[in-house]
Every structure is written in structure tokens, then in C-alpha cells.
């Protein structure tokens, strides 16, 4: 299959920032892409002046923002006005397209509070754990009103569970896996809660809910440790912190330098 | 008010200019001093004890006068990066050159009554198309401003020269000798017709028979000049269909010791003798920058324009497109593009290049080696194209990630294609 280039639109002078990602987007390819990929991202709202003024006077292409400006005034949604967005630039395939169309139509039928949690859920694998756990909270804050199954709240305790791991915080991460597990009961929660365990015992404590687990099982999930271990350190990130050890002062202080300002970077931005 | 459209033809021997009458469309040559002086003798004297220059004629007289030192020659200084020393003071060929083309501007000026300038098209022998760099730097130097420079060559300028003439001037073949000290030069146009766009070709040849103009001074040597160009017209022109054929340079000031060369060269064909022919035809490029759109219909190949054009295909929010990278027909040093595009599914730059003889097109590719490996459509890349040569492209091509989503690896590859 023979590849193709598609000549870039201009970049613009002044670029439409999104907040979620802390980020900055300058062309109409871009701002495809950010829509097809961060769907969840995009509240009924996203379709404002301030869009309208990047896709119009930013990118020159007024034909497309004053089209946008009139579908929104004539009552059409968010899905039908951002897909026509993806039609006019042509950005997307037609396969990628399909993709797109049928995710708008789950949203449109979706629950406001699964709709939130795939938000959540997406900037868990951004990263962005802090902003995930807000978002689960608000949306367990609003149990009611969100009117949530016993099962969606303990796949939202789980996942919240899962974002303060990702943060070191593994007390909080246990007590949020602690109420998931009766709620979802399930064999892999009461696994996460023992690895948490083994990880900080003093952070977790003695969670009841493990007191259930049989030693055979437990001494098979510590085998499975030892085995994450092993393979934590044959991988060529530890290997490079071994070599670094090996080399003179200079080079070695210079690796954990660049090492720790990595960590830190990542872990500010884990936090924001 | 409209600013002078200039072409200036500098040799190493004499220079020599037109302008572009835009009231009858035509250009002429600008006479520098009284008694139809045309040409300038490209040679500057420092005068002593001072810090201003003679130049053409004056600087001659006052370096025989021993007022000064004179420099000449400053083609062959720019073609060389050449240097020369007057009174204990090391001065290089772009100052040199910058000098000369100062005062032979400030002459124009005076000589049209005008002080501002719309375009200069500096046209040289195509042998010294490598001196163009620091006579561009000179000319910068001197005052004219960047954006209304360009460069020709000779043949270029002859193209534009006859093409501007009456049909009927270049119905079948057009030739021109051009005779100086610097030797002698044979020039031919031929148009191909019944096809779009029509074509016209130029070719040029150094003549080996070239010769000092110093025989001319004496009977003998004027008898001899006449054999030689009499030899070459047999073995260039023969029994082809020649409509017309130019006579140029400083050896046709008075063509009468050619006697016999006239009658074999330019029986039943039109005959053109005179000078500026160069300077005049560079005026007619310099009109066509100015006016933005081509002054006649063909598509000019010679030395200095590209044969080939050169073509990208690519998609603009939807459509297909194919971007024209170098135009045939255009001035290699001004063909080329610089333009950002995104890889689809696709590791490679690929170029269309098609000749205007050639009826179809082949493909050349650019690979992208090296850069880093994103998802679908999240690599924008910058595609660099120029020239250096009339059939030397080159190409550069730089990886600019995808806007903050994924930062430029900064990656970069080069590669010169011959055409």
C-alpha cells in the first residue's frame, strides 16, 4: 500500500490551548487529531468562540468557522457539528471517520457518569492521575444523581484505586480498593491489595479483606512478584542505572542528574 | 513613480545597459556618455591620495596619467575571490565590483531622471556563472535592494532579446556570434512548434577561433578575422535555415574588415549588428519580474534555466494536488519551494520530473531514514527544494514532530539529485 503526503495547513500565530493536556495547537491538522483522540476531552462547550476565532482568523480558513458557527445556531450537536469539522479537512480517513461516528453516537447515549469516567479513564493512561482522581470523586460525590450501579462504583473505586498507585500513594490506593472489592468481587482486586501490601505494608496495614486469601494463593502471587522483580531488573532502564554506577564521578552524577529531573518532571506532571 | 527596470550586462571588458521603456514596451540601450558611447570599460582607478575612483574611460586616462592605479578585470576577481592591493590597502573583488556598479548606477540614474529602482536583471558570460555570488554581494553593496535582484545569463538574455523582436525575426533558426577579447562565442535559438507549451532553445559555444582584437588594427590581421569567421560560419551554419543571424561585441563596432564573412554568414538572411544586445535582453527579464507573469509564451531552456519540472503530489483537504516544486523554463536560481507536509502512511519523499521533451514522467524519492518512528499522520515535515546548478537539485527535507502532541526530533536529510 503505497503511502501520501498531505500538504499542511498554515500554523497559526495564536494557538488554541487546551487545558487538560497542557498544550498548545497551532494547525487544523492538529486540532483534528486532538478531537479524534481526546474525544472525552470535549464537553458540549468545546464548540465556542474561542474555536470558532482559531478555526476562522487563526487558521484563515472562514468558510469552515463561519459553517460551524451556522450548524451550532441551527440547533445541530456536538457530534454532528465536530464530525462535519473532520469531513471538511479531510484529516481523518474514511475508516478512521466510521471510528469517530460511532463513538459520538455511544456518547450521545451514554450516561453522564460513564461518560465522565472514560474522561477519567483516558487521563490515567495520560498520566495525569491527580486529575483523574478529581473526576472520579466528583463523579462518586454525585452517586445519586449519577445514579450509579453498585458494579460502576466499584469499577470507579477500582480505577481510582489504580490512579493513587500510580502516585506512590499506596495507603490511599488500598482503602479505595478495600471498598471496590466487595462491590466487584473479584479475585485480581484482593491481588492488587496484596501487592500494594507487600510494596508498603506500613502504608496498607492488615486489610481484612486478605485475611481471607489462603497462603498457597499468597505464596503464589509473592512467586509472581519475584517474577515482575526479575524482570524490573533485566530491563534496559535498570541496566542503565548498574552501568551508571561503573562509570567515573563525573558521568555518574551526571546520570542520576538527568535521572531525577526526568522523575520529578514526569511526577509534577502526574500531580497537576 | 514608477522605479527603473534595469539589466546591466557586466564582462570583464566592457559593461554595458539597458532599461525597459514601459511607454512603447520596448528596452534600449542606455548611452553613457555623449557620441554614443554604449559601453562602459569595466577597469577602476584609485586615484592617489584620495579616496575616490575614476571609472570606464576616465579611469583609463587617469592611470595613464599617472593619477592613480587601475584594477580591471573584475569578473574574473569575483570568478576567483580575488584580491587586489592599491597603496598598501588589500582590497577584495566584492568591494571592488561594488564600487564600479555604484558609479555606473549613479549614471543611469542621472542619464534616465530617475533615482529609484524597480528591477535589475545583471546578466554574465556563461562561463563566469560562478562569480555570480560575490557579484551579488557587490551589487547589494552598492545599493540595489536584494528582493529586486536577480541574475542571468548570457544565453538567457539572448533568448529574451530575440524573442522580443518580431516573429518573423526567429521564423526558423536565429544565430549570433558574439566576438571580444575575451574570445568568441556562438549562439543559437531555435523555436518547437505544434506543441504547448512552445518551446524555445537556446545553446551557446565557446569557439575555439576566438581571437585578439589587436589584429583588427592591421590589414593583414583584418583579412585573417575575416577568414576565420568565414571557416567558422561553413562549419557552424552551413546550408541550414537560418531567418537571422546577430553580430555582437566590441569587434562589430564596424563590421567593414568582415566583408566576406557578411556575405557567406548572412546572405539572404537578416542581419543584426550592433551593441547592448546582452544588456537589452536582460532588461526584458528584468520586466518580466516586475510585471509578476511571463512576457511571451515559450518556455525558455538554456544555461541557466531548468529543463525539467519537478512536481509533488499530494492531498489539501481532500483534493489532490500536484504542488510544482521548479517550473521548466524558470531561472535555476530562483526555482524551489519550501513547504510543510504531513507523511500518510508513507516513509518517502517522491518527486514527479518530467522534461519538456519528454512525454512522460519519472519518479525520484526522497527516503526518510532515521526519523522517528509516530503514529499515522503525526509527522509534519519540511520539504526544502532548490537549485544550484541548471540540472543539480537539491533537497532537504527536516522533521517538525507534530506541533507540541510530539516535538521535532530535529532529524534532517539532504540529498542532490541530477536531472
Known amino acids: 500500500m503505497g503511502g501520501s503526503l498531505i500538504l499542511s495547513s498554515k500554523r497559526a500565530q495564536a494557538p488554541y490551548y487546551v487545558d487538560e493536556l497542557g498544550l498548545s495547537i497551532y494547525t487544523i491538522e492538529e486540532l483534528c487529531y486532538y478531537i479524534y483522540n481526546y474525544l472525552e476531552f470535549l464537553d458540549d462547550d468545546f464548540i465556542n468562540e474561542e474555536l470558532l476565532n482559531f478555526i476562522g482568523k487563526g487558521m484563515g480558513l472562514k468558510e469552515l468557522a463561519d459553517k460551524t458557527l451556522r450548524w451550532a445556531k441551527s440547533g445541530s450537536d456536538f457530534g454532528q457539528i465536530v464530525l462535519m469539522i473532520e469531513q471538511d479537512v479531510h484529516y481523518l480517513n474514511g475508516q478512521e471517520l466510521g471510528d469517530l461516528k460511532a463513538r459520538l453516537d455511544w456518547r450521545r447515549s451514554a450516561k453522564p457518569a460513564d461518560r465522565l469516567k472514560k474522561k477519567a479513564d483516558t487521563l490515567v493512561a495520560l498520566k495525569k492521575y491527580r486529575q483523574a482522581i478529581v473526576i472520579y470523586d466528583a463523579i462518586l460525590e454525585k452517586e445519586r444523581q449519577m445514579a450509579l450501579s453498585i458494579k460502576s462504583k466499584g469499577r470507579l473505586l477500582h480505577n481510582k484505586g489504580m490512579a493513587y498507585a500510580k502516585l506512590f500513594m499506596f495507603g490511599e490506593a488500598a482503602r479505595s480498593l478495600e471498598v471496590a472489592f466487595p462491590m466487584l468481587d473479584s479475585v485480581e482486586v484482593l491481588k492488587e491489595i496484596f501487592f500494594l501490601q507487600y510494596i508498603d505494608r506500613q502504608a496498607v496495614g492488615e486489610p481484612e479483606c486478605l485475611s481471607r486469601v489462603s497462603e498457597e494463593v499468597k505464596a503464589e502471587w509473592t512467586r509472581e512478584i519475584t517474577d515482575y522483580s526479575l524482570e524490573a531488573e533485566n530491563s534496559p532502564e535498570y541496566k542503565s542505572v548498574l552501568d551508571a554506577n561503573n562509570q567515573d564521578t563525573y558521568k555518574r552524577q551526571e546520570f542520576f542528574y538527568q535521572l531525577l529531573r526526568r522523575w520529578k518532571n514526569e511526577y509534577r506532571d502526574m500531580v497537576k | ?419
Not at chain 2, 592605479?69 to 598598501?88: N, R
Not at chain 2, 528591477?119 to 551579488?136: G, S, Y
Not at chain 2, 551554419?237 to 566590441?250: A, E, M, P
Open chain 2, 1 to 419: 513613480m514608477q522605479g527603473l527596470i534595469l539589466g546591466i550586462d557586466l564582462c570583464d571588458d566592457y559593461c554595458q545597459a539597458g532599461y525597459y521603456n514601459l511607454q512603447n514596451n520596448e528596452s534600449d540601450a542606455i548611452e553613457f556618455d555623449e557620441g554614443n558611447s554604449y559601453m562602459i570599460p569595466t577597469v577602476l582607478c584609485k586615484l592617489k591620495d584620495s579616496d575616490d575612483w575614476d571609472y570606464g574611460e576616465a579611469a583609463f586616462k587617469s592611470a595613464l596619467f599617472g593619477k592613480g592605479i587601475s584594477v580591471d578585470k573584475l569578473v574574473t576577481m569575483c570568478l576567483k575571490d580575488g584580491v587586489a592591493t592599491i597603496d598598501g590597502v588589500k582590497y577584495d573583488c566584492v568591494t571592488l565590483t561594488s564600487v564600479f556598479l555604484k558609479k555606473v548606477l549613479e549614471k543611469i540614474k542621472i542619464n534616465l531622471g530617475s533615482t529609484t529602482i524597480s528591477q535589475v536583471v545583471i546578466t554574465t558570460r556563461n562561463k563566469n556563472a560562478d562569480a555570480i555570488h560575490n557579484i551579488e554581494a557587490a551589487a547589494v553593496m552598492a545599493g540595489i535592494p536584494k528582493e529586486k535582484l536577480h541574475f542571468a545569463t548570457h544565453s538567457e538574455a539572448y533568448m529574451y532579446y530575440v524573442l522580443a523582436q518580431k516573429p518573423d525575426v526567429y521564423t526558423n533558426l536565429v544565430c549570433m556570434f558574439d566576438l571580444t577579447n575575451d574570445g568568441m562565442e556562438y549562439y543559437e535559438l531555435s523555436i518547437t512548434r505544434g506543441r504547448k507549451p512552445q518551446i524555445a532553445e537556446a545553446v551557446c559555444h565557446e569557439l575555439e577561433e576566438g581571437f585578439s582584437l589587436d589584429i583588427l588594427d592591421t590589414p593583414q590581421g583584418r583579412k585573417i578575422a575575416d577568414k576565420i569567421l568565414c571557416s567558422c560560419s561553413e562549419r557552424i551554419i552551413g546550408k541550414r535555415v537560418v531567418t537571422s543571424v546577430f553580430l555582437t561585441g566590441r569587434a562589430f563596432d564596424t563590421d567593414t574588415w568582415a566583408e566576406n564573412f557578411i556575405n557567406v554568414a548572412c546572405y539572404k538572411r537578416r542581419v543584426f549588428v550592433g551593441q547592448g544586445l546582452f544588456a537589452q535582453g536582460a532588461a526584458y527579464i528584468a520586466c518580466e519580474h516586475e510585471k509578476g507573469e511571463k512576457i511571451h509564451p515559450y518556455t525558455c531552456i538554456c544555461s541557466g534555466r531548468i529543463a525539467n519540472r519537478v512536481t509533488i503530489d499530494a492531498d489539501y483537504f481532500g483534493q489532490a494536488r500536484q504542488i510544482i516544486a521548479a517550473e521548466a523554463g524558470s531561472s535555476f536560481r530562483e526555482a524551489g519551494i519550501d513547504a510543510d507536509f504531513i507523511l500518510d502512511d508513507s516513509r518517502k519523499v517522491e518527486f514527479g520530473i518530467s522534461g519538456v521533451k519528454m512525454p512522460w514522467q519519472k519518479k525520484m524519492a526522497v527516503l526518510l531514514d532515521g526519523f522517528p518512528q509516530r503514529p499515522n499522520k503525526t509527522t509534519r515535515i519540511n520539504v526544502k527544494i532548490w537549485f544550484t546548478e541548471d540540472n543539480v537539485m537539491q533537497t532537504e527535507i527536516t522533521d517538525l514532530g507534530f506541533g507540541q502532541f510530539y516535538p521535532s526530533s530535529g532529524k534532517n536529510v539532504r540529498q542532490e539529485f541530477r536531472l
